[in-house]
């Protein structure tokens, strides 16, 4: 058998190198070009997440190893939430879904996390002049995002990898190419979704479901559901309970570019 000379395989693996590489900045440029990348500094995020589900897991009788290993799936895509937001400049305090307005003091944005019980957070965030980004389409209808409806006016769709960039020119879409964009590393995921109101931005929607926003938001100001008037930048993003660190460089983009536009100042 003859030995491939060393040069050679040194050039290849450069080869592999630059082309990793090559996806996992793909997103960085564009996000130059849309959103202030200094946003985040010395800003405070409140992340709002369930803390007791894993715990009382762990302690029932009889145990349920399914039950545990998705909610450590779930704990663990909160956690590493919280410190893809620390890399990018902000201090980051979680807190659980019972935790009273008092936290939201000094704050510069509010994030809820899919893992929470909707009931248990209800409209505690909806009137606050603070930004706010949610995964949980549960709280839709009482942020007044949108209305009340499951199923007609906020849902969670099965099989999900794509969303279809609907208005790229807008900040939030993070310079990314309007049509599809592959934003979920498998097709088998669940994705969130809204139906927003006619004073919402609306940047993606689920694929082939044009009624269906994967990503929305609404100015400060702007009208949500029922007349009730944005008291700061309000934003809708499609990531469930797992998918957080399932998210191509695409989808990171998009989030990224959702937190940092949530916190720069209306101009």
């Known amino acids: 058998m003859k030995l491939e000379p060393i040069a050679r395989i040194f050039q290849r693996l450069g080869m592999v190198v630059s082309a990793f590489a090559a996806v996992l900045l793909v997103a ?33 009788s009889p145990v349920d190893p399914k039950r545990i290993d998705a909610l450590e799936t779930w704990r663990r895509n909160d956690e590493k939430a919280m410190d893809y937001l620390r890399t990018l400049g902000f ?4 807190v659980g879904e019972d935790a009273d ?28 002049p603070v930004p706010l980004l949610t995964f949980e389409n549960d709280l839709l209808g009482e942020l007044e995002m949108s209305g009340f409806k499951s199923g007609v006016d906020y849902g969670t769709d099965d099989n999900q990898r794509f969303i279809y960039i609907v208005n790229a020119p807008h900040p939030l879409a993070a310079g990314l190419s309007a049509g599809f964009q592959n934003v979920l590393t498998d097709e088998h995921f669940k994705m969130n979704w809204g139906k927003p109101g006619l004073g919402a931005i609306t940047i993606a929607t689920l694929r082939g479901e044009p009624n269906k926003a994967a990503i929305f938001a609404y100015e400060s100001g702007a009208t ?7 008291p700061a930048r309000r934003v809708s993003f499609f990531l469930w309970q797992d998918t957080f660190e399932q998210m191509r460089p695409e989808g990171l983009a998009l989030f990224r570019a959702a937190v940092l536009w949530a916190v720069t100042p209306p101009a």
């Open 28 to 60: 960085q440029p564009l996000l130059a070009e849309s959103v202030n990348p200094n946003a985040a500094r010395g800003k405070a995020v409140l992340y709002v997440y369930n803390r007791i589900k894993l715990e009382g897991a762990r302690k029932a």
């Open 91 to 94: 201090t980051v305090t979680g």
């Open 101 to 128: 307005m008092a936290t939201v003091k000094g704050k510069d944005l509010i994030i809820i996390s899919e893992s929470v019980d909707a009931i248990n957070v209800g409209t505690k965030y909806r009137s606050t």
């Open 224 to 230: 949500m559901n029922g007349e009730f008037l944005a």
